[in-house]
């Protein structure tokens, strides 16, 4: 990552010759950092002071309304040129954010091959394997001998995205097995490839979701899977630079629904509009949910003027049971987005949950509790026990809940994430709320206090 000191000094250099031979000198992401950290106007032309073959690295690193901005800005044969060079899989993720007239223009620049890989990556759904794989890897025939197999890598296949791993093929493209470039350089030479490779290969169908692939990889420590059709024929690989983007792209996404973000993607420096777009439908319907709270306090206005010291109480307990379903909601969709547990494991992680939360269901109802008594007054001071109580049953209920809810999507196949902060914290203030000042209304029923 390009420091804000190295900014600052690549910012102070006098001359485009100097800041040309900067920029071709670093490295191509800290490159891209810094154009995209620069204003709109100055993008394009700090851009082509880089070499060709630099250019095409940078540009895979930039963000995509900048890669977009630059498409728009530069001649079409340097636009050709970028694209043309970038790997299937980032030129596909390009195509994703572009507008629809202008990919159909750079495909029909693209040459043959690349368009031909191209296409066959954007015909897969987005967020499965087939979308994030790229085509570019080594292939071999059975047949060949190491000294054969290295010979035909060094010649045919310095361009692939990775070497560490060669794929054995029949001539349907059947995957036989795989050989590692490890035991390539330590074989001898007139060993038969095929007595090398592995026959139990772990791979991933094409429409297997992106978040399982990036499981495989971390389970196995693999640096990059084969990815199969239907047929057991190989299209492609995913390799371990792209798991770190799904892993970052699923984390960002859970963490923002979590919030009550729709779509998970918006950056810090995404544009005020954007930002209204993503936030204020989730705004305006947590409005909407809690009418549901509301209306369970509005019954007991008289209660609450009769007895004042309620409404100091009711905050505290809305909060701390919010945080506590939260807590529960967010190990339980971690848990689930990493592969940890199954919607199988439901009984046991309810278990635990119950468990854990009977433990804090006694210490935060005893502490709310004394704090009740602070505040009441001496003809108040079994609102200490009510509030006890209450706080006791929300957070086991809480903690319950934040369990409970992923696994029930889970199990039908919806997102986890799905079960957000503010829906949770709603319904629980929901039950809350009327559970306290039931309670509450219900002991000046039965012993005329207040």
Do not use: C
């Not at 204003?39 to 309304?65: C, H, I, M, N, W």
């Not at 004042?308 to 969709?333: H, K, R, Y």
């Amino acid at each position: 990552m390009l420091t804000q000191d190295r900014r600052e000094a690549l910012l102070a250099i006098e001359g485009l010759a100097n800041l040309k031979y900067e920029l071709n000198n670093m490295n191509p992401a800290d490159a891209g950092d810094y154009i995209a950290a620069l204003p709109p106007k100055e993008q394009a032309l700090t851009f082509r002071l880089l070499a060709k073959g630099s250019a095409a690295s940078v540009f895979e690193y930039l963000p995509s309304d900048v890669q977009e901005m630059l498409i728009e800005s530069l001649h079409a044969r340097e636009v050709q040129a970028l694209v043309d060079q970038m790997s299937p899989d980032d030129r596909a993720e390009l195509f994703d954010e572009l507008p629809a007239r202008v990919v159909k223009r750079l495909l029909s620049q693209l040459s043959p091959s690349e368009r031909e890989a191209t296409a066959l990556i954007l015909g897969y759904p987005e967020g499965t394997a087939g979308r994030v794989m790229t085509t570019e890897y080594v292939r071999l025939r059975e047949d060949l001998s190491v000294a054969q197999a290295i010979q035909k890598i060094r010649k045919l296949d310095s361009d692939k995205e990775t070497i560490y791993y060669a794929y054995l093929t029949d001539g349907e493209r059947r995957l036989l097995g795989v050989v590692s470039l490890r035991q390539l350089l330590f074989a001898e030479a007139e060993t038969p490839v095929q007595e090398l490779a592995h026959e139990a290969i772990i791979t991933v169908q094409t429409t297997a979701p992106q978040e399982e692939v990036a499981r495989l990889l971390k389970r196995y420590d693999l640096l990059a899977v084969p990815v199969v059709d239907l047929e057991n024929r190989l299209v492609g690989i995913v390799t371990v630079d792209d798991v770190v983007d799904i892993l970052e792209e699923e984390a960002t996404e859970d963490i923002q629904k979590l919030s009550g973000i729709s779509g998970g993607d918006e950056q810090a420096l995404s544009a005020p509009l954007t930002k209204v777009q993503k936030r204020l439908p989730w705004l305006l319907g947590n409005i909407v949910l809690y009418i549901g709270a509301a209306s369970a306090i509005a019954p007991f206005q008289t209660t609450i003027s009769l007895i004042p010291v309620l409404a100091v109480v009711m905050p505290i307990l809305s909060n701390t049971s919010g945080n506590v379903g939260i807590q529960a909601l967010s190990v339980t969709v971690r848990s689930l987005a990493v592969g940890e547990v199954s919607p199988l494991d439901v009984l046991r992680i309810l278990r635990k949950e119950i468990q854990a939360g009977l433990l804090n269901a006694l210490a935060l109802g005893l502490a709310l509790g004394a704090l009740t008594l602070l505040w009441a007054s001496s003809t108040e001071r079994w609102v200490g026990l009510v509030a006890a109580l209450v706080m006791a049953l929300n957070v086991i209920v809480a903690a319950s809940f934040g369990a409970l809810l992923p696994m029930i999507l889970k199990r039908f196949k919806q997102d986890p994430a799905l079960v957000s902060g503010p829906l949770l914290t709603t319904l629980l203030d929901t039950a809350g709320f009327f559970t306290f000042l039931g309670l509450a209304s219900l002991f000046i029923h039965q012993f005329k206090v207040g």
